[in-house]
Each structure stands twice: as structure tokens, then as C-alpha cells.
């Protein structure tokens, strides 16, 4: 089993960057894809942005915009995403994701029912 603790989250204001991390635990997950989504109040969740096991690779969703950058530390386990430019939109409560399964393409990375493993989330509040 793997588990998965996001932190980094806060209230920040318009314009504002902040970083998430996501650490691992369980078993190391060098070897899976990871993935960023959102979810905001009443809305249904998003994908924000995907990585490939390797790192090299990575995805963004509508949402990211060019503003936010996937990354991964396999020697630490641990996921990141910084954010810049933030906007009040981008209030939301995001959610780190890993599966254990290799993909190709935008599609298969942005689906949330790819990935197995979910945490619990951090808040992100961005005031106008």
C-alpha cells in the first residue's frame, strides 16, 4: 500500500506563489505515474498536471495554465508543484495521486481513475 500526505497549502493572496509537496510512504514510488488534481467547492474535480515515473515527461491540464510545474524527487519519494500567478480560481483543495501503471499520452495521465492511490488533500486559498 502506498499512502500519500500533501502539505504546503495556506491561504496566500492573488499573484502569490506557493509550493505542494506530496510524500510517500508505504513503498517507494519511483516506478509510478503522479499526478496533481484540484477540486473546488461544488465543482467537480480537475486535473492540474501529471509526471511520469521517470520524470522527464511531464503533463498540464487546462487549469496549470504554464503557471504551475510538476516535479518529482525519487531519491525523497516526494512530489512537488510549484505555483506562481496564483488566482483566486485557483482556490481549491488539491489532491496528490500515484498509480502504479505506465501510460502514454495526455488522456490516459489527466484521467483520474488511472490513478490508485489518492491523499487526503491540502488546501489552497487564494484571496482577490
Known amino acids: 500500500q502506498v499512502q500519500l500526505v500533501e502539505s504546503g497549502g495556506g491561504l496566500v493572496q492573488a499573484g502569490d506563489s506557493l509550493r505542494l509537496s506530496c510524500a510517500a510512504s508505504?513503498?517507494?514510488?519511483?516506478?509510478?505515474?503522479m499526478a496533481w488534481f484540484r477540486q473546488a467547492p461544488g465543482k467537480e474535480r480537475e486535473f492540474v498536471a501529471a509526471?511520469?515515473?521517470?520524470?522527464?515527461?511531464?503533463y498540464d491540464g487546462d487549469s496549470a495554465e504554464g503557471r504551475f510545474t510538476i516535479s518529482r524527487d525519487n531519491a525523497k519519494n516526494t512530489l512537488y508543484m510549484e505555483m506562481s500567478s496564483l488566482k483566486h480560481e485557483d482556490t481549491a483543495v488539491y489532491y496528490c495521486?500515484?498509480?502504479?501503471?505506465?501510460?502514454?499520452?495526455?488522456?490516459?495521465?489527466?484521467?483520474?481513475?488511472?490513478?490508485?492511490?489518492w491523499g487526503e488533500g491540502t488546501q489552497v486559498t487564494v484571496s482577490s
Open positions: 509526471i511520469k515515473w521517470s520524470g522527464d515527461i511531464t
Open positions: 495521486a500515484a498509480s502504479p501503471h505506465t501510460y502514454a499520452g495526455h488522456s490516459s495521465y489527466a484521467t483520474g481513475a488511472a490513478y490508485a492511490y
Open positions: 508505504g513503498r517507494s514510488v519511483s516506478n509510478y505515474a
